[in-house]
Structures are given as C-alpha cells and as structure tokens.
C-alpha cells in the first residue's frame, strides 16, 4: 500500500507564494505518475500538474507559467511551487500517485491541503 502527506497550504496575499509538498510511504518501487489537483466546493476536482517517474510534467492551462512540480524519488518526495498566486488559486490542493503513466488515473490520495489566496 501507498500512503500520501500532503502539507504546505495556507493564507497568501495574492502575488505571492507557497510552496506544497507530498510525502509518500510505503510500496512506493511501482508508482509512475504523481501530482496535484484540486477542489473548489460545489465543483469536481481538477488536475493542476502532474510529472511522469521520467521527470516529464505537464500542467493545467490556467496555472502554466506560474506552477513547478518537482520530485525527489529518493525520498518520494512530490513538490508544488506555486508562485504569483491568484485568488481563483484558492482551493483544496490534493496530491496523488498512480501506477499509470496517465495523470488521470488516481490510485492512491493525500488527505488535502487548503491553499486560500485572499487580501
């Protein structure tokens, strides 16, 4: 089995930045694609960034640009660098593995980080 963290959400003037992480545990020799979506209440939850075991990331039209993730395999590690945050930004941040290669299919779930951008 594979448990996920997530953490590094919080309140942030909009322009600003935050920084999330994904700590993973457990059977972690199988996973490929890891990532992020989100949840704003009354709608489904998006795909935000995704990165293939191979390092290839590939993000969602409104954060491009603005949005880095990164990985550390070594310490199964999953990073969401979120710079000149905006207040449609502010939801619930979510990370996820998958033993596919497609970011769309969702194995394995952190329990959720809040993200609010608000002045």
């Known amino acids: 089995q594979v448990q996920l963290v997530d953490s590094g959400g919080g309140l942030v003037q909009p322009g600003g930045s935050l920084r999330l992480s994904c700590a993973g545990s457990?059977?972690?020799?199988?996973?490929?694609?890891r990532g992020w979506y989100r949840q704003t209440p009354g709608k489904r939850r998006e795909l935000v960034a995704c990165?293939?075991?191979?390092?290839?990331?590939t993000y969602a039209d409104p954060v491009k640009g603005r949005f880095t993730i990164s990985r550390d395999n070594a310490k199964n590690m999953v990073y969401l660098q979120m710079n000149s945050l905006k207040p449609e930004d502010t939801a619930v941040y979510y990370c996820?593995?998958?033993?596919?290669?497609?970011?769309?299919?969702?194995?394995?779930w952190g329990q959720g980080t809040q993200v609010t951008v608000s002045s």
């Open positions: 457990g059977s972690f020799f199988s996973i490929n694609a």
């Open positions: 996820f593995a998958t033993y596919r290669t497609s970011c769309y299919y969702t194995d394995f």
């Open positions: 990165i293939s075991s191979g390092d290839f990331a």
